[in-house]
């Protein structure tokens, strides 16, 4: 202890974060290096106050070489970082730590943050609870990933989601200030717990949690089988081949310049979903192009999205033309036409709504089982389960589960169930972005058509809209060519965003490019 209060005397470093991990992706060093960053930033008071002491401890393979070389060159990258914008922030310690020198670490330390994104049965947090009972009790608090296993029995701790790095940063301040009785009667729960569990305590709450697991399987209809045979790995997909041709401006400009009526079909989610990749000025200038857009006579825009029809407009609230667009909410279940005002809205499709409770309760069990995803309801036709801000590996183990016990236990519905990049949905059948693109095709094509359609979409979750649009342009073109008129011939620009196999002639691999 007295080396280590000298030590930190020395820093002038008098809040103090430790951090004790295998040298391994899995232990999600780096987002707690990243949680670090947002704290210093969020709460600049800590910023010559606070230090983070990360024992990293290296592992080999059994040749004696060191494993996870490339890891390691990330975290020490993010440490120098840090180190730059505030220097003494992060003192990483590359070495496995004796048991009495980790417990002095433990005993002057004021908080434990872990961020494992998968991990075992790990002692790391027992032990600093008993730590923290030397002098000079401190009362550390434990700040402890939700996907450790951990932090759902020792009472008291801070569960967080390592995803969010923000929620991390809040996590541990709120810690730092706990009033110190808080802090007392927490610890005085978290040392009554680990004295009072016994190996054979452990054992038997485990062996009691799967008798119980295993009769919910029974009374809900699942074959028990089944279910374990459906975590052992993913059905490997089919692919269609990626597209090769680029879509570049100058052949979409010459096309642009050369036609009278021209559609533009956007499925906004692009640039709405990413909220952190868009910041104000990329907003304002979107925003900006697509009033442009519309000013020009003889241009019709629509904008797709998956939101309700409020966050739609809440996004697209600065803009000038708002009611010179097109808009397509929900998956194309509301709609509103160019010139109409922007609270009118049309519905195109009666839905049912018996499907949602058996698919909610379905979902709501998944939601359970896999730690830091959620179900988005609020929509009319549609339930989706996201799992983005989890594990990316267990997760789509996850969701390819869950995509077959929906696709078994709604068959006789009149939904189908989708996968996405980061998401399943449950949506009511004819209630998708292909059916409105093909109402909009129809409306303009009766009068008189489009020469020039540019689509930027993700067919992900709908690649009927690169169908319909594919053979809009053989049979436009082909009426054009016999008639006995001079006119123009159709330009069809239907691009995916993103490198993933597509029915688009085209391609665009980044949201910038799109932009």
Request: some cysteine; overall charge neutral; glycine content about 6%.
């Amino acid at each position: 202890q007295e080396a280590w209060r000298a030590r930190l005397a020395g820093m002038g470093r008098s809040v103090v974060l430790v951090a004790y991990d295998d040298l391994e992706p899995l232990a999600g060093i780096t987002l707690k290096l990243k949680a670090l960053r947002s704290l210093l930033a969020l709460f600049p008071e800590y910023r010559a106050r606070l230090v983070l002491i990360q024992v990293a401890i290296p592992l080999y393979d059994s040749r004696g070489d060191m494993m996870h070389r490339r890891y390691m060159r990330e975290v020490l990258a993010l440490a120098d970082a840090i180190n730059k914008m505030d220097p003494g922030a992060v003192v990483l310690m590359l070495e496995k730590l004796a048991f009495a020198p980790r417990c002095a670490l433990f005993s002057v330390s004021h908080a434990l943050v872990n961020c494992a994104i998968r991990h075992g049965l790990s002692l790391v947090p027992f032990e600093y609870v008993l730590a923290t009972e030397m002098p000079p009790r401190n009362r550390g608090q434990l700040v402890l990933s939700e996907f450790a296993p951990c932090s759902r029995v020792i009472p008291g701790i801070m569960r967080t989601n390592p995803w969010r790095d923000e929620d991390v940063a809040r996590a541990i301040v709120k810690c730092l200030r706990q009033p110190a009785h808080e802090r007392e009667y927490v610890h005085g729960q978290q040392l009554a717990w680990c004295l009072h569990n016994t190996v054979l305590r452990w054992a038997d709450t485990i062996l009691t949690d799967m008798k119980v697991q295993r009769k919910l399987l029974a009374e809900s209809g699942e074959e028990l089988r089944r279910a374990t045979s459906c975590r052992v790995g993913l059905v490997k997909a089919t692919h269609k081949e990626i597209s090769a041709s680029i879509l570049k401006p100058a052949p979409v400009a010459l096309a642009y310049g050369e036609s009278r009526v021209r559609l533009v079909l956007v499925d906004v989610d692009l640039m709405i979903r990413p909220r952190e990749e868009v910041d104000e000025a990329a907003k304002t200038q979107l925003l900006r192009t697509l009033d442009q857009l519309v000013e020009e006579r003889g241009n019709y825009v629509f904008l797709l999205s998956s939101e309700t029809s409020d966050n739609l407009l809440r996004w697209l609230g600065d803009m000038r033309c708002l009611t010179q667009v097109g808009l397509g909410a929900e998956d194309g279940y509301k709609y509103k036409w160019p010139g109409s005002p922007a609270d009118r809205w049309d519905v195109r499709h009666e839905v049912r709504a018996d499907w949602k409770e058996v698919a909610l309760g379905v979902m709501a069990g998944y939601t359970v089982r896999t730690t830091g995803t959620f179900v988005e309801h609020d929509k009319v036709a549609s339930l989706t389960w996201h799992f983005g801000s989890t594990d990316p590996e267990f997760a789509a183990m996850q969701a390819k589960e869950l995509l077959n016990h929906l696709n078994d236990t709604l068959a006789h519905l009149p939904v189908e169930v989708l996968m996405g990049k980061s998401c399943v949905r449950v949506r009511h059948e004819g209630v998708t972005k292909g059916a409105l693109v093909e109402h909009v095709l129809d409306h303009y094509a009766r009068r008189g058509g489009a020469d020039f359609i540019l689509c930027l979409a993700d067919d992900a979750m709908d690649p009927r809209v690169f169908h319909l649009l594919r053979d809009y342009h053989h049979a436009a073109q082909y009426r054009l060519d016999g008639a006995a008129q001079a006119h123009s011939e159709v330009k069809v620009f239907a691009a995916t965003v993103g490198r993933q196999p597509s029915a688009a002639s085209f391609c665009l691999y980044t949201l910038d490019e799109a932009r």
